[in-house]
């Protein structure tokens, strides 16, 4: 359990960690790594001086199950550990907001938060892409990549590219919702990430790059976001150059991008008195001496106080793309991001530091997993893999529960109406029950663990016979026979380990592993994900109800989820 002290002595060096100028007289080393009982900090300075906190007050294990808020005015990274791949976060007024690439998951979710640590999920962009392909599960890999949120003209702007269907926006007056119809502003294949910029004098830019990484490219835009006003002009090519955002500081013009790759990547900053360049290049995150890979792809965000930090991405497998944020600050007009542990004149991620100041008491919480499904509406955690067929589900044809009406499909992988929602931390359980008073011959439902593999664990009907199965990746592996009416399925899962197992239950106390146990591997850019399905290899017939939904993992203050 953490202990948590009076606030006036959590930090007795609280003005330098609230500052954020870190400099080369005073680095902030941390060593956070599972082979140690403790987290050890310790300031060190330049001249001879070292303060060391009371490791009591420090968050402990350092298991690395450890994670977003501490509770004690820290926060470990990562901020949200699950996969919100090339994240991008904005502040208005006293909240900030967040988007991040969802691939052929659909729709893209906007996330809230009043501290930059603790989020919840606030609405979802879209729910279906009206191209060829989507009703038939043939983009996977697809759909939005690396999306941007911007607010201007008193409307919150997301702009995204999918690699085959070209450049998108919806806008919306409250970041809740409703968001506006999806404009396709150009039909083009192999653009990505692109960030809309609105000048001081009212002229509209989008940047963009194209599909491996590179060149960054400037366009004209129309002010309403719908249309590019010409080819765009090449501003700047670097080594897997991506991802660029925007900004305007102080009479200077920059370009945040990630370079490098993925895992491999860093931060680079590009700045000038002029869109079109020339441009000043400076990098500043790199993975240095951390276990952080890849500490890249993010947003700069300044808060109400005048403090600024970075949220970035780290690959780390099964999980995904994991969030993190990072200290920022400004030195000679270049920010400052993270701490320059080896002293090379680039910042290195921090795993601990304080929070971002509020001014009052943060609500600790993660985003929404549960649900019992008493709602008319799907909840915000929840997202169909491709298009779903709207008229085969349902949350209110039996009261209290969520429906399938099976459709025909060859395998899961082209299963229509697979419902899905991101694993969460380290280690969790997700259970649900299943009532399947209405299997139909042919029919397969329940639980899936997917990945670049898949795995399931549900009831099936087979010659007049109904089976509890386990399946990898299309191939039965082990079926037994089943009677009754419901049944509980379970999936416990160590993404440290990389070590997952299905078990069921028919009673709801007393579960069996089904199948053995199984590693996940990062797959179609997406980490691993946990869903529901139901489809038929034969024909439409038959149909099954799952009761509620429960998840639980190690994020913080479970109690708080929203």
Known sequence: MIRRPPRS???????LFRSNTVTREYILIIRHTIHMKNTI????????AIVSFAQSYLPSPTSLNTWGDQGNGTYINPILNADYSDPDVIRVGNKYYMVASDFHFLGMQVLESEDMV???????????????????????????????????????????????????????????????????????EKWEDPCPFWDDDGQAYLGRSIHGAGPIII?????????????????YTGPVAEGTKIHKINGYYYLSIPEGGVSEGWQTILRSKNIYGPYEKKVV?????????GPHQGAMVDTPYGEWFFFHFQQYNPLGRVVHLQP??????????????DMNGIGEPVTVWTKPRTGKQSIITVPQTDDDFSSDKLSLQWQFNHNPENKAWSLTEQKGMLTFHALKASSFKQARNTLTQKTMGYKGTTTTKMIYT?????QYCGLACIGKENYLIGIAKQNGKTFLYFEKDGIIKQKETISGEDIYLRLEADAKENNYQF?????GKSYKEIGTSFNMKFGNWKGVRIGLYCYNTQSTDGKVAFDWFQYEHDGPSIQNKH
């Not at 002595?9 to 003005?15: N, S, V």
């Not at 366009?219 to 501003?235: A, I, Q, Y």
């Not at 920022?328 to 542990?341: E, Y």
């Open 9 to 15: 002595t959590l930090f007795p060096y609280t003005t």
């Open 41 to 48: 900090l310790f300031l060190l300075g330049i001249g001879g």
């Open 118 to 188: 603790n989020w919840k999920l606030l609405s979802q962009v879209y729910s279906r892409f009206d191209f060829p392909g989507w009703d038939t599960n043939e983009h996977y890999a697809g759909g939005s990549w690396a999306p941007a949120i911007r607010h201007h003209d008193g409307k919150f702007w997301v702009f995204f590219c999918t690699p085959d269907e070209g450049l998108f926006m919806s806008n919306a007056a409250n970041p809740a919702g409703p968001w506006s119809p999806l404009v396709n502003v150009c039909h083009v």
């Open 219 to 235: 366009h004209k835009m129309s002010p309403d976001g719908t249309k590019l006003l010409d080819e765009g002009r090449t501003v």
């Open 285 to 293: 995150l790199e993975q240095g001496s951390t276990n952080i890979n």
């Open 328 to 341: 920022m600050h400004w030195k000679n007009g270049w920010p400052v991001i993270g701490v320059d542990m």
């Open 438 to 442: 209405e299997l139909a011959e042919g």
């Open 503 to 507: 078990l069921a239950s028919q009673d």
